[in-house]
Structure formats: structure tokens, C-alpha cells
Nanobody, 117 residues
Framework: VQLVESGGGLVQSGGSLRLSCAAS????????MSWYRQAPGKERELVAA????????NYADSVKGRFTISRDNAKNTVYLQMNSLKPEDTAVYYC???????????WGQGTQVTVSS
């Protein structure tokens, strides 16, 4: 089982990035998938999530209207489209997969996003 994030980098304030989370060893459509982030000196926080059943999404208030989580079942990949980026979005972004019935929780290695002012 593996989650591999990609797409991070350095971008100017107001710019966009798209993060990808490619899964292997399990099917993302059967798991609740989420993106978290952790800035230096801060706790890891939930950014966006999409449910296995129904594909319902939810977002942190700080990213609503700017970030979009989506899932491509054919590619077994989850994405996070990030627009209108701000310096406070700077963090390591992690992909998470959680079995909706509990007990199984997978994490990726993280990808750095840095937004310059």
C-alpha cells in the first residue's frame, strides 16, 4: 500500500498549484480521502476531504472557494487544486486514506508547498 504525493513547489501569492496523490495497493473510491497540511511549528490540520460514498466534499474555512478536492477513479488518484494561493498556505501537504469503517489509515510522505509574498 502506498500513497505518493506530487505537484508541490514554490509559487507566488495568487498563483495556483495542483497536488496529486497516486494510490497503489488499494482503491481510492472505497476510502475516504483527505488532504492535510502542516506548517512549521503548527499542528497538522485537515484541508479538504472527499467521502467514499457519494463523493461528498468538505473544506477548511480557510480554503473554501479557493481549493477543490477531486478523485479520478480510473487513475486511482486524488487531486487538490489550489487557486489564489496565499503565504499562509505554505506547509507540507499530506494525502490520507481512511477506511470508512475504521481501523485502516494510510498516509503519504508529504509534498512541500511554499507561497511567496
Amino acid at each position: 500500500v502506498q500513497l505518493v504525493e506530487s505537484g508541490g513547489g514554490l509559487v507566488q501569492s495568487g498563483g495556483s498549484l495542483r497536488l496529486s496523490c497516486a494510490a497503489s495497493g488499494f482503491t481510492v473510491s472505497r476510502y475516504d480521502m483527505s488532504w492535510y497540511r502542516q506548517a512549521p511549528g503548527k499542528e497538522r490540520e485537515l484541508v479538504a476531504a472527499i467521502t467514499s460514498a457519494g463523493g461528498r466534499t468538505n473544506y477548511a474555512d480557510s480554503v473554501k472557494g479557493r481549493f477543490t478536492i477531486s478523485r479520478d477513479n480510473a487513475k486511482n488518484t486524488v487531486y487538490l487544486q489550489m487557486n489564489s494561493l496565499k503565504p499562509e498556505d505554505t506547509a507540507v501537504y499530506y494525502c490520507n486514506a481512511r477506511w470508512p469503517y475504521g481501523l485502516i489509515d494510510y498516509w503519504g510522505q508529504g509534498t512541500q508547498v511554499t507561497v511567496s509574498s
